[in-house]
């Protein structure tokens, strides 16, 4: 069935590494969304893609790398140029013409 | 500068009564709003949407109305459950879909048994 998957569930990252966070999608989407929530706050922009090959920068961008190099997945790299990584990161898809689906999250917490 | 605000952090209400949630927004281009409910450590999910067009629209207990000369939109839940005890999130986009969504910072509903 459908959806969108997650990888790790749960990340941990060293300081001065970089690590990749995974997001597949099934739904045939073309745009695709990365978001980051801290407690207390709302969803936070930090890379959207609309097409494969293309991205953009969202509200929070500093830090982090996408790439977007087939529809179903859309790849995040937390930069070790992140300063305050820990998160709950939130990968979503969309059609346009509905609504944005989400995937389960990814908690990165740093050691 | 927030253009979806949630202004209250939290709700507390007894099971069978209604619970009104509250989301005001600055930004006139927005024409399409949602709102979505997340439990801890999971992705939210969608709940109900309101195009600009209408000012009210109604899915099983919830309903979702528009004021827009007031800029505002509430989410109405009746009766409310104690499964429906979550965070809800209201968000708003330009243009007519859900391409770009800006987010409030949501509120937390707790419904007592």
């Known amino acids: 069935d459908g959806g969108i998957t997650q990888s790790p569930k749960y990340l941990f990252r060293k300081e001065g590494q970089n690590v990749t966070l995974s997001c597949e999608q099934n739904l045939n989407h073309d745009a695709m969304y990365w978001y980051r929530q801290d407690p207390g706050q709302g969803l936070r922009l930090i890379y959207y893609s609309q097409i494969v090959n293309d991205f953009q920068k969202g509200d929070i961008a500093e830090g982090y790398s996408v790439s977007r190099e087939k529809k179903e997945s859309f790849p995040l790299t937390v930069t070790s140029a992140q300063k305050n990584p820990t998160a709950f990161y939130l990968c979503?898809?969309?059609?346009?013409?509905?609504?944005?689906?989400f995937g389960p999250g990814t908690r990165l917490l740093v050691l | 500068d927030q253009q979806v605000k949630q202004n209250s952090p939290s709700l507390s209400v007894q099971e069978g009564r209604i619970s009104i949630l509250n989301c005001d927004y600055t930004n006139s281009m927005f024409d399409y709003f949602l709102w979505y409910k997340k439990y801890p450590a999971e992705g939210p999910t969608f709940l109900i949407s309101?195009?600009?067009?209408?000012d009210k629209n109604e899915d099983g207990r919830f309903t979702v109305f528009l004021n827009k000369s007031a800029k505002h939109l509430s989410l109405h839940i009746v009766p409310s459950q104690p499964g429906d005890s979550a965070v809800y999130f209201c968000a708003a986009s330009a243009g007519g879909g859900s391409e770009k969504l800006v987010f409030g910072k949501g509120m937390k509903l707790t419904v007592n048994p």
């Open positions: 309101i195009s600009s067009i209408k």
């Open positions: 979503a898809s969309t059609s346009g013409r509905e609504t944005q689906y």
